[in-house]
């Protein structure tokens, strides 16, 4: 039986937890090498994980911006299909960037995890505030990667991902091609990397829990739970979406797409729900022009569950460490995490967790040694996030093939 990179890295916080804490009861004394020991080895994991950021970042924005360009150019019922699919991806983010954090003020606050995490990452106040707005376009752009500056690099790399889209189609592909096969070895380095998961996770964890106990459990637990319930929210504001402006009834909705909801729980992939999917909207009437088009599409390029996610580990982490974030900030995490979210076309499995929410924690300014740790969890709420992508990818198909059929 093979064992899934997933639940491998999963295995290998447990692991660490119950080491962490073990020691903090059986031989305190201890905690201070062990943890001396542990912490080099958990940094030098994510560290590997960070190198390849940059060029991925860049790679999978060029390659996604054009991809975009050509299906929005494709057609009426492609412009309509991404019309409603960047809308649902900026009110995501946007109401992830709200309730987060009013989830979060709500939850108990432990002072322990929290000089716990500071003292692991060396880190006691990030630089989540200043004059952002002097840094958004970089005067070298090369210089913006090598110092890991991920807001100037991606308003560079839009810019020129866009201008691309401009010249002439020969030429243009060949630099796409480029652009992805860089990003098909970077997600192999990644998988690489992500082999070695367990390791790096038991490396990062066991220090924090020797030092912050039970409170780093709790604090994943809360982790999850509001991930959860965002995922759990955007699926049923969806379906109010598919009603509005003389959409779908209600009733009539939901249960044309409870069997493809089933399945995306049950798989926890929206590629293997497609097929669930054509039925879904085949039994609801949509032409199948529409559908041929806009699910494909929607499968390939529309994850609403991730720009929740990415704004969900920002206010998680700031909330971990004490820290408020100016909204000036979380506005532009927000617009960051639309265009991430976009981009990242074709990330497989926990390389897309660290892949596009490490450029986001970065452009907030915050720590990023968290993301180790939250990806070991990642596996938990993925199920509602699959159901969430999926009530998404059938919502965007709904109101296209609604304006496309004839009234009344």
């Not at 009013?102 to 505030?129: D, G, I, K, R």
């Not at 002097?134 to 810019?159: D, E, H, Q």
Request: contains cysteine; hydrophobic residues 55%; glycine residues 8%.
């Amino acid at each position: 039986m093979t064992i899934s990179p997933a639940t491998r890295v999963f295995a290998g916080l447990v692991l660490g937890i119950l080491t962490g804490l073990s020691l903090s009861q059986l031989a305190p004394g201890s905690v201070d090498s062990v943890s001396a020991l542990a912490q080099p080895i958990g940094r030098l994991w994510l560290n590997a994980l960070q190198m390849c950021i940059v060029p991925l970042v860049v790679s999978l924005l060029v390659v996604g911006i054009n991809q975009a360009n050509d299906i929005a150019s494709s057609g009426r019922i492609a412009r309509r299909a991404m019309l409603w699919i960047v809308t649902l991806l900026f009110l995501a983010a946007l109401g992830s960037a709200i309730a987060a954090p009013l989830f979060l003020a709500f939850m108990p606050h432990n002072a322990e995890l929290m000089q716990a995490l500071t003292s692991s990452t060396a880190v006691s106040a990030p630089a989540a505030t200043g004059d952002w707005t002097s840094t958004i376009i970089p005067a070298n752009a090369i210089a913006a990667a090598a110092a890991g500056a991920v807001v100037p690099l991606v308003a560079f790399t839009l810019l020129f991902a866009f201008a691309l889209t401009q010249i002439e189609s020969v030429r243009r592909q060949q630099i796409v091609g480029f652009f992805q096969a860089v990003a098909d070895t970077v997600i192999q380095m990644v998988h690489w990397i992500l082999w070695v998961g367990p390791v790096g996770v038991f490396a990062l964890i066991l220090p924090i829990s020797a030092q912050a106990g039970g409170s780093v459990v709790k604090a994943l637990g809360i982790y999850i739970g509001m991930l959860c319930l965002l995922y759990l929210s955007i699926t049923a504001l969806l379906y109010g979406v598919a009603r509005i402006g003389g959409g779908e009834p209600l009733l009539r909705y939901a249960k044309a797409i409870l069997p493809a909801q089933v399945v995306a729980m049950s798989t926890q992939s929206s590629v293997a729900t497609l097929p669930a999917m054509v039925d879904s909207a085949g039994s609801l009437g949509y032409p199948s022009r529409v559908t041929g088009l806009v699910l494909p599409l929607a499968v390939s390029l529309f994850r609403i569950t991730s720009p929740i996610q990415y704004l969900g580990v920002v206010s998680f982490i700031a909330w971990a460490y004490g820290i408020e974030l100016p909204v000036a900030t979380t506005a532009l995490c927000v617009g960051l995490a639309v265009v991430i979210s976009v981009g990242s076309v074709g990330l497989p499995g926990q390389a897309i967790f660290m892949g596009t929410n490490l450029p986001v924690v970065q452009a907030a300014g915050l720590p990023v040694e968290p993301l180790g740790l939250l990806v070991a969890v990642d596996m938990i709420p993925d199920i509602f996030a699959t159901l969430g992508n999926v009530t998404a990818d059938l919502t965007v198909t709904s109101k296209v093939a609604r304006a496309e059929m004839p009234s009344g």
